[in-house]
């Protein structure tokens, strides 16, 4: 019995230039890892059906569904700053796009899905490691309240990719409200295919942002929607510890969800200036300066479309500037409204700006874990993060004394706290060690295990302590790979 997904494509309508028609390349012998059954469900699939043998080709490639169109979709992109006209889906491929029970449009990719036009020099395929480690971090971002693309399933192939090494290949069928980057527009307006552009502008606000449409400037609107979406989203990335890594402008998505979870981490010492990145070697994507690149990237968009905003240049630059000025106060207020809820505070005080800059300086000065620093900061379990403990006492006094002059403490805020600080993240060496197992041994219990454990990362839960424990100092991972 075959699989059926209720495709309902409008992506491919745009026309021949926003990507090329390209079917996925058929794998050896596919074998499920993981399939997401409550996210099959809210898409209006059958999770069985997808668990199935005729499922299972389906989300390997080997079968291509009826009603899917698949495509690769056509994009540009910054990449550490230096701008690269053509990039694409080099390695997936959209099959189509569903309408999910909330009524929300949805796209259904193949990530590893074999080689399409803008593949350039790779091969089109996803190493094992990598599509396991992007399925954890973005069910454990969905879990923990971060807009993300999700996983819907996880497929070995059978046959081996070549990286440094020869690994086992995989496919990842990744869920996403669109895969519309920046650098799709930067993909036209770098072309001076402002009607494209235009048709793109029209397509994303039909989408994404339709109350765009009733203004007086759609355009404006589109850009001035995409900026408050990201300064949402990148003060949410900071309260985790999350680090993405590779921010280039094609990893940028227009809905304002994370996508491309390429060599990101998460902090476990405290430390802004953090990179694991093997690439990033300047350290521009590292964790304290995620909200500049942010701004950067932004930026790129905005010129993108200029051409839109007005017909008079200055104009159009004026309006841009403006847009781009709302992302520095609205990323402040979110991020700062984070941490204060990071502490228990509910309401706002002038001094909570000093409280939270004075307890980061000494989590910097300890290199305290960031997520035990906050889970446990009224507990033993956070005070061993830090080696001056008079100094972190007498932070604790002033903590207690504001927490009070609201009428609460650090008890009575706990429970808010912990909703808020997770027990448990994809702690990076624990990431490693999964993957370790999958790939030397074809054991794919430690996955399972992690996944389990992060699926409420907001309770408490004795049988995943293990998750907690940060990495001793020989388990330590200090750089990740794209693995591309
Ligand atoms: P990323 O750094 O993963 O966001 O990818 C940047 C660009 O490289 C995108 O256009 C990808 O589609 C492409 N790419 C990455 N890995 C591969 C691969 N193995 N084969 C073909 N294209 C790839
Ligand atoms: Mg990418």
New binding site residues.
């Given amino acids: 019995m075959s699989v059926h997904i209720p495709f309902d494509n409008s992506y491919v309508q745009l026309g021949g230039s926003f990507y090329a028609r390209v079917d996925p390349t058929p794998v050896a012998s596919p074998a499920l890892i993981h399939l997401n059954h409550a996210l099959a469900e809210q898409l209006g699939i059958d999770p069985d059906g997808l668990a199935d043998y005729d499922g299972v080709q389906v989300l390997s490639g080997n079968v291509v569904p009826e009603g899917a169109e698949p495509l690769a979709m056509a ?1 540009a ?1 910054h ?1 550490f700053g230096q701008f690269n006209p053509q ?6 491929i959209l099959l189509g796009e569903v309408v999910d029970k909330n009524g929300q449009r949805r796209d259904i990719q193949l990530k590893g899905s074999g ?2 036009k ?9 190493a094992l490691g990598p599509v396991l480690r992007e399925y954890l971090v973005s069910e454990f971002m969905a879990a923990a309240g971060v807009p993300t693309t999700r996983a819907l399933a996880a497929v070995t192939t059978g046959e081996a ?1 070549y990286r440094e090494r020869a690994l086992p290949g995989a496919v990842l069928t990744r869920i996403a409200s669109s895969h519309i980057r920046i650098g799709t527009f930067q993909f036209f307006a770098a072309r001076g295919e402002y009607d494209s552009v235009r048709q793109l502008a029209d397509y994303v606000i039909a989408r994404h942002y339709p109350d765009a449409k009733e203004t007086d400037n759609p355009a404006l609107s589109l850009l001035t929607q995409i900026i408050a979406r990201q300064a949402a989203l990148i003060p949410k990335w900071l309260h985790l510890g999350f680090i993405h890594g ?1 921010m ?1 402008t ?2 940028m998505s227009v809905s304002g969800e994370t996508i ?1 979870f ?1 060599p990101c981490a998460f902090m476990d010492g405290y430390d802004p200036a953090t990179v694991f990145s093997s690439i990033d070697v300047d350290g521009r994507y590292a964790y304290g300066n995620q909200s500049n690149i942010a701004i950067w990237n932004l930026s790129r968009l905005a010129e993108a479309l200029l051409p839109l905003l007005a017909e008079d240049k200055k104009d159009a630059i004026d309006m841009a500037n403006q847009a781009l000025s709302d992302f520095v106060p609205l990323f402040n207020h979110a991020y700062e409204q984070g941490m204060r809820r990071k502490i228990g505070l509910t309401t706002e005080q002038e001094d909570d700006a000093a409280l939270l800059q004075d307890l980061k300086s000494l989590m910097r000065a300890s290199h305290a874990d960031f997520t035990l620093t906050f889970r446990y900061l009224d507990q033993a379990k956070g005070r061993e993060q830090f080696e001056d403990k008079d100094a972190f006492n007498a932070w604790k006094t002033r903590w207690t004394q504001r927490l009070e002059s609201e009428g609460s403490s650090p008890e009575l805020s706990q429970a808010a706290r912990n909703a808020v600080n997770p027990a448990r993240i994809p702690r990076n060496h624990q990431i490693e060690a999964l993957i370790k197992a999958a790939v030397d041994h074809a054991d794919f219990q430690p996955f399972r295990q992690m996944h389990r454990a992060l699926e409420q990362p907001f309770i408490d839960n004795t049988d995943f302590a293990a998750y907690e424990v940060p990495p001793l100092p020989e388990e330590r991972v200090t750089e990740t790979f ?1 693995g ?1």
């Fill in positions: 994009y992109g990449q990039l694409g889906d080099g390695r997936a080689l399409t803008f593949s350039r020099r790779g091969d089109g395929r996803a990719v590779v280039n094609d990893n491309d390429g794209c591309t």
